[in-house]
């Protein structure tokens, strides 16, 4: 079982599926509301906490690694700094959860390896929830009156193909070996 996470400081998707592929969970934990950085770590320590039917099945955890570097008009040093540092305490509640030492995966390099393709100029987030909605039976989404995604979907989304990414990782391994 693959326990795929996309982290944010804000709301952050957890996706679990199976060797075969099958969707076992896809949820998101919405940390907005906590009034800190530990109280959003004690949300997420909880859920983990809640879903402790999950700590006997996982055997690799997966985490969409943090930016690294800065693009223009996107995140700044003090946003880049706060979501790496609640990367590393969530990879460290996930470990001590479930006893599995977590990978971590570039977003581009997983959504190539779950057979996402975002042309230059696409917005990710809207592909990603696309792909699964034509290509995931069990991936559904709730939609505002407006007709956007609820907060969390593409989190969600993230969260799965992290989650997929990891199982082609896994077969490639097993194939080679």
């Not at 950085?37 to 039917?53: C, I, N, P, S, T």
């Not at 943090?66 to 990367?87: E, I, P, Y």
């Not at 390896?113 to 100029?121: A, D, F, H, Q, Y």
Request: aromatic fraction near 12%; hydrophobic fraction near 35%.
């Amino acid at each position: 079982m693959f326990l795929g996470l996309d982290v944010s400081t804000s709301i952050t998707g957890v996706s679990l599926i199976n060797d075969r592929g099958d969707v076992l969970l896809c949820d998101h934990i919405d940390t907005r509301k906590a009034k800190s950085f530990f109280e959003k770590a004690e949300l997420v320590k909880k859920y983990f906490e809640d879903h402790r039917y999950t700590q006997t099945v996982v055997q690799e955890i997966w985490i969409e690694q943090s930016l690294q570097s800065f693009r223009s008009g996107f995140s700044s040093a003090k946003t880049l700094s706060a979501l790496s540092r609640f990367n590393g305490v969530v990879s460290w509640i996930a470990y001590k959860a479930y006893g599995v030492e977590p990978n971590y995966v570039a977003a581009s390099s997983a959504r190539k390896l779950s057979g996402v393709t975002i042309k230059r100029g696409d917005k990710a987030k809207e592909k990603v929830l696309k792909y699964l909605l034509d290509n995931e039976p069990c991936f559904s989404v709730e939609y505002t009156k407006h007709g956007n995604p609820r907060p969390g979907y593409y989190d969600r989304a993230d969260s799965l193909i992290v989650a997929m990414a990891a199982r082609e990782l896994w077969k490639q391994k097993n194939l080679t070996s």
